[in-house]
Structures are given as structure tokens and as C-alpha cells.
């Protein structure tokens, strides 16, 4: 099995609670400990309304992330009853056939401190553009208060965009991979699509390419 994101956690459930038959499982960029939504989707939210504010989201990553609503979001809330349910059971014999793979996007402190940077110009200017805009008060400071609590979450500080570091790994996983890659070019990118290749025909998989 091949899974990708949130599609690893329905794969647990199907291996570790269901106990169904696999070989083998590669789980890509899969939120183990939950992936915080909310924040991520005010971040994109900010984006827009400053017109294109360059955050290093990719336009795939953007709409996965409008897309995800409803009950998946819930269940992926970091500390939801269903991971706290899937993460206690510790299946020490199942997960040693897990082979994870996990991106890390932004690791220059400069790119981080450009980031904020940015993010500190946007909070500024956008109070003046808020007030310029004719809206009711009301919604001005519903706005106000969105910019004023806006930060990078660790998912983009510290993981692929989308889930952190921390979240894609997995105790007791047999292998475990951190590669210079966003939440959705995990499932594109040539090295990490020549490793995965390599497991699924029984050779030793290539070695890390960015440790942790």
C-alpha cells in the first residue's frame, strides 16, 4: 500500500484496528498526530486578502486545504478522539512494515525570517486597507482580530506546509525519510518516487536525504 496524507490514517485503521492483510506500507506526509486546519486555512485566508502575499504555498496545496472540511477535519484536529483512539492501540508488530516519508519545506532561517517578515507587513498594512474598505465596524474588527493573531504555525515553520514533522513520523515505524519537499510534491518528487520504487521491489531503500 501506497498512502498519501490523510489517506495513512484510514489505512491504520484498516491494518491496525480492522487487522487487515498487507505486505507492506508506505505512508507520505500523513498527519500521525493531527494537522492544525484552522490555522493553516487563516494563513490562506490572510493570503488572499492581502492579494497574493508569497507565504510558499503551492496552488495544489492552497485548494487541499479549502477542500478539507466536514468530518475529516475534525478527525485531524491534533488530539481528536479518533487519532487518540488509532494512536493507543501501538501495534509495535504492524507499524514494523511502515516506511515513512515526510517533508521538510522551508529549512533556511532566512526563508523563515522572510516569512515573518512578510507576515509582520501584512498585519500592519492591512488594518489601514480594512478601514478604507466602506465594510460595517463590526466586520472590520472580526477582520482586525484575525490579522492581530496571525502567525506561522509549526506545520509551515517546521514540516511540509500541511503536517509538521513531528505529526508524519510514527514510533516504531522500520523506516522513516525527511525530504526538501511540500505537503503534495511528496507524492511527485523523483527521489522520493526512486525510494519508494525501491522498497516496493524489495531493495534497500536509498539513504535519507535530509536527516533529522
Known sequence: FICHSAGGLVF????EVAGGAFRRAVLQGTPHAGSDMAKLRILLETKQLVGGLPLGFPTALENALRDGKGQISDDLRPDS???????ARKSTAVRERYYIFRGHAIRSRGALTA?????????????????QTGQPSLLIQSAQSLIDTLTLPDEVTNGDLAVTLESAGLEGATYTATYPAHHIALVKDRAIIEAISRIVLDLKPAEEKVGR
Open 12 to 15: 491504520r485503521y484498516y491494518a
Open 81 to 87: 478522539l479518533f487519532l487518540r483512539y488509532l494512536n
Open 115 to 131: 516569512l515573518e517578515s512578510l507576515l509582520a507587513v501584512a498585519r500592519a498594512g492591512l488594518g489601514r486597507k480594512l478601514t
